[in-house]
């Protein structure tokens, strides 16, 4: 409780900012050989769409039946922002992708009203009630990772901060963090109940 942290999210996921940082989290190890790197979690992904998109339009079956729908794509250096392409190719109907952006808060805001579907982590169905997860016959995943200097190991900031990113991302306790799949609907079969709705209050009232 005596620490105070200063959090720096990078946009740029292709930037190495391993020498300004005592921790980092990153989508893939450093460059850096003399860091301290270990494994924090796994991510898994999946489309989701708002309630009243689905009540509309339905869902998609399969990488053939996107075409059919309205997505929403994340556009940032180092995030793999062809991965739509490799699902749909590059001929798409009119219409198919109305938001582009490099925002992940815009991605969500943008889904939860009702803009179209996109691909997010899967805990985001444990945050926000009002988002349903639509199941497709593959599975998206990628590996994140911690790292730090090995002389800091012993230092009690260190030691305090690596405590916290292994809590937070304790996958006996947050079942999305595993390396296998566990469906959304299994979260809170197997996890705890101490997930907090962040985000309800931002999408307005959902009556479907």
Known sequence: PELTMSMICENDLEVDRSDDLDIGIVWQ??????LMVAKLATLHFMPFASRAYVKEYGVPSSAEEMLEHRFIEQIAPGIKSGLLDQLVGTERPPGFL????????AIFWAVANGAGIAFMPAYAAAL??????????FQIKFDIFYYYYPEA?????IVA????????????TFPWFRPEFVHPNDF???G?????QLFESMVGEDPF
Do not use: C, M, Q, Y
Request: hydrophobic share 35%.
């Open 29 to 34: 190890p450093p460059r850096n050989p003399d």
């Open 153 to 157: 190991r012993t230092a009690p900031a």
């Open 98 to 105: 109305p938001i582009r952006t490099n925002s992940s808060l």
């Open 192 to 196: 705890s109940g101490n997930v907090i």
């Open 161 to 172: 901060g690596i405590e916290w990113l292994r809590g937070a991302f304790d996958p006996g």
């Open 188 to 190: 809170f079969e197997r």
């Open 128 to 137: 926000v009630k009002k988002l349903v997860p639509i199941d497709l016959p």
